[in-house]
């Protein structure tokens, strides 16, 4: 019986991972070929006529793929995990799906040949909500595997510091950890870089700082179209922001605080106090909506979005942090990086948009983070302590 039903949920990833292929020169290539072909780029994307394809009929909504996904490969692995055929009375669960996604984003990944960047979110995807990377994290040795191969990596954060301690406090078993390596080179510890605020602060690992971090000027890395925000939009949308987080939670009657930063609004609970979930998406989505349709809100881009027990309002938002850390380490392809993060929901979610620059990996709690670090070594078929 449960051969029977792998047999049968494979067929099934096999058939949506035709699909997603027939975004591609799948339906140019001879029948008998199309079962074996799994790294067919998205010719239909490259080509401007993804509107025709099958699955765009299917899911309007549909995203860019930046590579092949091996649906049928990821689940033979994952069912070897959960055991997913082996259940007689619960069918497959969303959780489940996702972790086939990840699986299957990895291999298309891995080849696609090498991977460059890896950037991850912070809260609940390297370390617990408000908690911070220490030392003994077993994500730790793991990021640093992946810098010993030369892979770049970005922490990219909503919290939004220009003080490099700040940062530090959060990350520093893992920024001890890079300095203390006898196995990095110089070069290879140089290939850290923190960005905050979502995209606004950047901070590059330095050896010769006490915080183990530089302030990277925002002109050195900016992409052209952020350096036409100014800062009067900055502040217009701010202030549309405030007003929209002040009427919520006077409406709402919430014991909040108002909390504004240079890039940055957002509402915190009274001490002793904490939100209701429900409070906290209404919030959001009224917020959004208020910036949405306002005239500055349809010419700079924000993020706004629940933290677990605040809601903040930012310049920018992940997408544009991916895409300036990509360029930062020399204009790296988004079929080459994978953003790791926890909250790709699209309501409220700050990890959502950055489906726009790169490959997302969408994880639940640091454990998964590293059981994912653990996957690209395993399909890779490299150690972490080789270089």
């Given at each position: 019986?449960?051969?029977?039903?792998?047999h049968?949920?494979?067929?099934?990833?096999?058939?949506?991972?035709?699909?997603?292929?027939g975004?591609?020169?799948?339906?140019q290539?001879?029948?008998?070929q199309?079962?074996?072909?799994?790294?067919?780029?998205?010719?239909?994307?490259r080509?401007?006529t993804?509107?025709?394809?099958?699955?765009?009929?299917?899911?309007?909504?549909?995203?860019?793929?930046?590579?092949p996904?091996?649906?049928?490969?990821?689940?033979i692995?994952?069912?070897?995990q959960?055991?997913?055929?082996?259940?007689?009375?619960?069918?497959?669960?969303?959780?489940d799906?996702?972790?086939?996604?990840?699986t299957?984003?990895?291999?298309?990944l891995?080849?696609?040949?090498p991977?460059?960047?890896v950037?991850?979110?912070?809260?609940?995807?390297?370390?617990?909500?408000g908690?911070?990377?220490?030392?003994?994290?077993?994500?730790?040795?793991?990021?640093?595997?992946?810098?010993?191969?030369?892979?770049?990596?970005?922490?990219v954060?909503?919290?939004?510091?220009?003080?490099?301690?700040?940062?530090y406090?959060?990350?520093?078993?893992?920024?001890?950890?890079?300095?203390?390596?006898?196995?990095?080179?110089?070069?290879?510890?140089?290939?850290?870089?923190?960005?905050?605020?979502?995209?606004?602060?950047l901070?590059?690992?330095?050896?010769?700082?006490?915080?183990?971090?530089?302030?990277?000027p925002?002109?050195?890395?900016?992409?052209?179209?952020?350096?036409?925000?100014?800062d009067?939009?900055?502040?217009e949308?701010?202030d549309?922001?405030?007003a929209?987080l002040?009427?919520?939670?006077?409406?709402?009657?919430?014991?909040?605080l108002?909390?504004?930063?240079?890039?940055?609004?957002?509402?915190?609970?009274?001490?002793?106090?904490?939100?209701a979930?429900e409070?906290?998406?209404?919030?959001?989505?009224?917020?959004?909506?208020?910036?949405?349709?306002s005239?500055?809100?349809?010419r700079?881009?924000?993020c706004?979005?629940?933290?677990?027990?605040?809601?903040?309002?930012?310049?920018g938002?992940?997408?544009?942090?991916?895409?300036?850390?990509?360029?930062?380490?020399?204009?790296?392809?988004g079929?080459?990086?994978?953003?790791?993060?926890?909250?790709?929901?699209?309501?409220?979610?700050n990890?959502?948009?950055?489906?726009?620059?790169?490959?997302?990996?969408?994880?639940?709690?640091?454990?998964?983070?590293?059981?994912?670090?653990?996957?690209?070594?395993?399909?890779?078929?490299r150690?972490?302590?080789e270089?």
């Amino acid at each position: 019986m449960a051969a029977m039903a792998h047999h049968r949920y494979a067929e099934i990833m096999r058939d949506v991972e035709g699909l997603i292929n027939g975004h591609s020169k799948w339906n140019q290539l001879p029948y008998f070929q199309r079962p074996r072909v799994k790294s067919i780029l998205v010719a239909h994307q490259r080509a401007g006529t993804q509107d025709r394809s099958k699955l765009k009929l299917l899911v309007p909504s549909v995203g860019t793929f930046f590579t092949p996904l091996n649906l049928e490969d990821a689940f033979i692995y994952q069912d070897k995990q959960r055991f997913i055929s082996s259940r007689r009375f619960v069918p497959p669960s969303f959780n489940d799906i996702r972790l086939i996604l990840n699986t299957a984003q990895v291999i298309g990944l891995l080849k696609g040949g090498p991977l460059n960047l890896v950037t991850f979110d912070g809260d609940v995807t390297l370390y617990d909500d408000g908690e911070s990377l220490t030392p003994g994290n077993p994500v730790i040795p793991r990021i640093l595997g992946l810098l010993r191969w030369g892979t770049r990596i970005g922490i990219v954060t909503a919290a939004g510091y220009t003080d490099a301690s700040r940062y530090y406090g959060r990350l520093h078993g893992l920024l001890d950890a890079i300095r203390d390596s006898k196995e990095l080179t110089p070069a290879q510890k140089q290939n850290l870089v923190v960005l905050g605020g979502e995209s606004n602060y950047l901070f590059k690992f330095d050896m010769e700082v006490p915080n183990l971090l530089t302030f990277i000027p925002r002109e050195e890395w900016a992409l052209e179209e952020m350096k036409k925000w100014t800062d009067e939009d900055v502040k217009e949308l701010l202030d549309t922001a405030e007003a929209a987080l002040g009427d919520a939670v006077k409406s709402m009657q919430l014991n909040a605080l108002v909390l504004r930063k240079e890039r940055a609004v957002g509402i915190i609970p009274a001490e002793g106090h904490k939100f209701a979930r429900e409070q906290l998406e209404e919030t959001v989505l009224v917020t959004q909506k208020i910036l949405e349709y306002s005239p500055v809100g349809r010419r700079l881009p924000f993020c706004a979005f629940n933290g677990g027990n605040d809601v903040f309002v930012d310049i920018g938002d992940k997408s544009w942090g991916v895409l300036a850390c990509q360029r930062f380490f020399g204009g790296i392809e988004g079929g080459k990086s994978l953003h790791v993060g926890d909250q790709f929901l699209s309501a409220g979610a700050n990890d959502f948009k950055a489906r726009l620059a790169c490959t997302t990996a969408w994880i639940a709690s640091p454990a998964e983070t590293v059981q994912l670090l653990d996957e690209i070594y395993i399909h890779s078929g490299r150690r972490p302590e080789e270089s």
